[in-house]
Each structure stands twice: as C-alpha cells, then as structure tokens.
C-alpha cells in the first residue's frame, strides 16, 4: 500500500512539473545588427559629417602653426650661419649666436604649442564621438525595445560584434528572425530631406587625431644655466 501511495505521489508531482513547463511561455528571439543600424542612422551620419569637419578645422590650424614653426626654423638656421661666418665681427657673431639661442627657445615653445593644441584637439574629438555614440545607441535601444515588444519577443539579440572569444555573438538565426532593416526604417521615419553630398564624402566616423609638430631643430636645447 505504502509503495502505491509513494509511486502515486511521484506521478502526481511529475504531471505538475509538466504542467508548470508548459504553461510557461514560449521563448521568441529577434535578433538585430546594432552595428548596421547605427551607421544606418541619419543622426549618427549627420553627426560624423560634423567631426570630419572639426577634425579637418584643426588639422588647417596644425598645419598654420607648423607653418610658423617652419619659419622659426629657417630664421634660426640663418643666424647660426651668421654665428659662424669669419666676415662678421666677434661681437656680431656672438650677437648672431645669442639671438640663435632665443630663437631655438622660441622653437620649442612652438612646438610645444602644436602637441598641446594636437592632444587637446585629440581628446575633445574622442569625447564628442563617445557622447555621439552613447546617445544615439540609447536612442536605437529604445526602437529595438519597442519593436521587439511590438512583435510579442521575449529576448532582443545584437549579431554585430565578436564575444570575448572572437566569435560572432549570435552563430546562426533564421531570417524570419531579423529585424535589423525594421529597426533602420524606424529610427530613420523622421530623416528630413537630403542635402545635396559633398564630393568624395564618406560615412566614416573621423580619426579623432590631429597631426603633430612638422618641424624639427637637431641640437636645440634649453638655454645653459648661468647664461643671460
């Protein structure tokens, strides 16, 4: 009677668990190119479009202060000439070799100024790309979201980046499954009319760099302690 009661009792929460499963919902997966969608984006296009901009600002300012340090360059070279020359006098070269000194100083405050300038344009680059990108992601995490509510998923899947094994995120999903081209036209609906695209215009997101000094002086150090 026991073994019956036991043997009962074991079918009777056998058939519960089975029910409990199969009350449970079942899994709907869509899965969606985060990476596709973000370049796809007017906004993100748009706001490229601005970097490449400040970015091509400030590589003409670089390139106007290499210019002027250039020009230190080629005064310095004259006077350590003139420093050198047996023509002048003494005191004009030694005037020549002090007024060189002064000007290989003024070399490397410039040049100074072009690293300062390279790396200040460099990181505030870096930080409106990063800002740009937080934004707009959470902006197409908001229209996956939706969409993917919309059509009764329970799980959103991003295939666009590796793992940490270097392996694709997502191997293999049906195309019934995809809603990347969904997302694209949805967080595009508002794009306002197109301007006519400069030439030779790219998509790319820029370098975030600026170029650095163009100008070298070889020996042109600080000036000697005790030295007026």
């Not at 970097?51 to 600002?57: F, G, P, S, V, Y």
């Not at 919309?150 to 940490?164: E, F, H, Y």
Request: proline content about 5%.
């Amino acid at each position: 009677m026991n073994k019956m009661i036991r043997s009962f009792i074991t079918l009777a929460a056998f058939a519960a668990g089975t029910s409990a499963l199969l009350a449970q919902p079942a899994v709907k997966l869509v899965v969606v190119d985060m990476a596709k969608v973000y370049d796809g984006y007017y906004k993100a296009e748009d706001g490229n479009a601005k970097l490449r901009d400040a970015e091509q600002k400030a590589q003409e300012q670089v390139e106007e202060l290499n210019k002027q340090g250039q020009a230190l360059v080629d005064e310095y070279k004259e006077l350590v000439e003139q420093a050198k020359s047996t023509v002048l006098t003494p005191e004009a070269r030694s005037k020549a070799e002090g007024a060189a000194q002064a000007k290989g100083e003024e070399i490397q405050r410039k040049q100074q100024e072009v690293q300062a300038f390279s790396g200040k344009t460099r990181d505030s680059l870096q930080k409106r790309m990063k800002n740009q990108r937080d934004l707009l992601l959470e902006e197409i995490i908001k229209v996956v979201n939706d969409l993917a509510k919309r059509k009764g998923a329970t799980v959103a899947l991003d295939k666009s980046g590796p793992t940490l094994f270097g392996i694709p995120g997502v191997l293999y999903a049906d195309a019934s499954f995809e809603i990347t081209d969904e997302v694209l036209k949805e967080v595009n609906k508002d794009r306002p009319a197109p301007a006519a695209p400069a030439a030779g215009a790219a998509a790319a997101a820029p370098a975030a760099a600026a170029p650095a000094p163009a100008f070298t002086v070889p020996n042109v150090g600080a000036k000697p302690e005790g030295k007026k």
